[in-house]
């Protein structure tokens, strides 16, 4: 094991580890919107939109994330398209990530009991504010864990980034060993590097897991 390579390649992948994580968090950001979107259209049954968003659902879940890429940045500019390998890498986990959300925000909004809809509208509450008030935080509270999981899985397949030349952990990795030929060194440093991201976002999830199921059924 060659710890002076190490040493000098630690620079390269800090760079490396923030093109991942900004584009991950860019496309976890959106994936959380579309995935609210389509929880709701899915949720109060909004004809034609259900469909549609059903068959994006299906689409999404269905195709690997490097499928998706490769369709984005080799398929798109036959038809005049021209993204760039960060756009990419953005629009490809917020179109796999918002169905995985939507999913998590949709079994939460299932799990609110009908009581607690029936109550507020008996209070004099409309449905809008029924569903602001009373049916949509307690989705995001039941949504937590699935919405968590998600994030993970997201952040991990980031590492086919590479396959559409985004300088990602994964590409300077691959880089490293064509070039140096030193694997045990580059593929050590790859799982340190994803350690250092993905352990203290699991330690934080599980926190705030434990925070939201106190706060709902006491300590």
Known sequence: MDFN????????YVDAAKVTLIMAFGGILLAIIIGLLCSIIRYVR??????IVGFYIELSRNTPLLIQLFFLYFGLPKIGIILSSEQCA?????????????EAFRSGLDNVAD????????????KVQTFVHIILPQAVSNSIPAFCANIIFLIKETSVFSAVALADLMFVTKDLIGVHYKTDE???MLVIAYLIILLPISLICTFIERRVRYAEYGD
């Open 5 to 12: 390579f190490i040493e000098q390649q630690i620079p390269v």
């Open 46 to 51: 909004i004809p034609v939109l259900k469909q």
């Open 90 to 102: 953005i629009i490809g986990v917020a179109f796999l990530g918002g169905s995985y959300m939507s």
């Open 115 to 126: 009581i607690q809809v029936e109550s507020a509208l008996s209070l004099g509450m409309t």
């Open 186 to 188: 580059s593929l050590l």
